[in-house]
């Protein structure tokens, strides 16, 4: 296991292929009202902890990912 996470073979097109699909997604949830307002109401509901975090994440690290 070790292994497959230090030395995988994924190649850096793919990464951007793939950091592109997440974006995308992470849009489409932010452009459906209601998604939109469930995200909103976990963070009311549960400030500050793991219930009230979205689980997509945002875009900024999700672009800030990088291949060594």
Known sequence: MTDIL???????AEIEKERQVIIEEINMSLDTPSQ???????DI????????????????????????
């Not at 939109?36 to 976990?42: G, I, K, Q």
């Open 6 to 12: 230090l030395n995988s073979k994924i190649e850096p």
């Open 36 to 42: 939109r307002v469930s995200m909103l109401l976990d």
């Open 45 to 68: 509901m549960w400030p500050g902890q793991p219930l009230g975090r979205d689980i997509a994440a945002a875009k900024n690290p999700v672009a800030a990912i990088s291949v060594k």
